[in-house]
């Protein structure tokens, strides 16, 4: 082993901090994938739900965390960092409401754990969290958000993104529905352009979002990718769920709510 194995601080020749590397693989230690979709309407986020021991309460174990009202989180990868992000994030998010008086804002909390992440980079007495962090919300002013930080303290906002092991695979299928998504809208723009000045502003408008009327049509559309993707037919007890909405706020769905959208689902096909 190397030194710059042992030091998380040390760039190797190839200038890699494999440390950090080692991180993004423990994301995938569980094997769980999560996708996270948005629509004019809400914010979703789904993640894939598996409990190995039959004597565990299922209902103890879960990757998704309510941050604060507006604000929830899906962490994935090992379960232990998992818990230790959301505690962070949960207290940042109350310091910030004790200080200023209103809610942390989705992306400002993703920055502030993206920072604290890549400092964990810098120390040698640290290790990164072998998490990948996925934050949806409905913002007063934003609408519907979606961020996203990872073990070497990048962060960005999405209109929809996958994590875990098939993340590539989850990642296609969701660029395909938005260039088809644009082509529609496109379409649609061109066609009613000469009736109807706001066509073109509608279709910009809608691309940055999933197709949804509801947060109920959304979480079909998001747990339909999965399905499609990862070749698996679900059942309630295989999925975890947490919805973003300007009404409520960040929830998550109970059993009874994951197995209507999939007889939902399964009454379409």
């Given at each position: 082993?190397?030194?710059y194995d042992?030091?998380i601080t040390i760039?190797?020749?190839?200038?890699k901090?494999?440390?950090v590397?080692y991180?993004?693989k423990a994301t995938?230690q569980?094997?769980?994938?999560?996708?996270?979709?948005?629509?004019?309407?809400?914010?979703?986020?789904i993640n894939?739900k598996?409990?190995?021991d039959?004597?565990m309460?299922?209902?103890?174990i879960?990757f998704i965390f309510?941050?604060?009202p507006?604000?929830?989180?899906?962490?994935t990868?090992?379960?232990?960092?998992?818990?230790?992000?959301a505690?962070r994030?949960?207290?940042e998010?109350?310091?910030?409401?004790y200080k200023y008086?209103?809610?942390m804002?989705?992306?400002?909390?993703?920055?502030?754990?993206?920072?604290?992440?890549q400092?964990y980079?810098q120390?040698a007495?640290?290790?990164?969290?072998?998490v990948?962090?996925t934050f949806v919300?409905?913002d007063?002013?934003k609408?519907p958000?979606?961020y996203?930080s990872?073990p070497?303290g990048f962060?960005?906002?999405y209109?929809?993104t996958?994590?875990?092991?098939k993340?590539q695979e989850?990642?296609?299928s969701?660029?395909?529905y938005?260039k088809?998504l644009?082509?529609?809208?496109?379409?649609t723009?061109?066609a009613?352009?000469?009736t109807?000045?706001?066509a073109?502003?509608?279709a910009?408008d809608?691309?940055n979002?999933v197709e949804?009327?509801?947060?109920?049509k959304?979480?079909?559309?998001?747990?339909t990718?999965?399905?499609?993707?990862?070749?698996?037919?679900f059942?309630?007890?295989d999925?975890e769920?947490?919805?973003?909405?300007?009404?409520?706020?960040f929830?998550?769905?109970t059993s009874e709510q994951?197995?209507?959208r999939?007889?939902?689902?399964a009454?379409?096909d």
């Open positions: 082993m190397s030194g042992r030091h760039f190797s020749p190839e200038g901090l494999y440390q590397e991180a993004f995938n569980t094997n769980l994938n999560s996708i996270a979709v948005r629509s004019p309407f809400c914010s979703v986020v894939q598996k409990v190995t039959k004597l309460d299922s209902k103890t879960s309510k941050i604060s507006t604000i929830g989180m899906v962490a990868g090992p379960i232990p960092d998992a818990k230790n992000a505690t994030a949960i207290s998010a109350a310091e910030f409401r008086g209103y809610d804002p989705c992306d400002v909390l993703s920055k502030r754990m993206a920072n604290l992440s400092v980079t120390r007495y640290m290790r990164p969290l072998g990948i962090l919300s409905y007063e002013e609408g958000l979606i996203k990872d070497a962060y960005a906002g209109k929809a996958a994590t875990g092991p993340q989850l990642t296609t969701l660029e395909k938005f088809k644009d082509n529609d809208d496109g379409a723009a061109t009613n352009a000469a109807d000045d706001t073109t502003n509608t910009l809608n691309e979002y949804g009327t509801s947060w109920e959304t979480v079909e559309l998001g747990i990718q999965m399905i499609d993707v990862l070749g698996t037919d059942t309630f007890k999925l769920i947490g919805v973003a909405t300007k009404e409520n706020g929830f998550t769905l994951i197995e209507e999939l007889v939902a689902i009454e379409q």
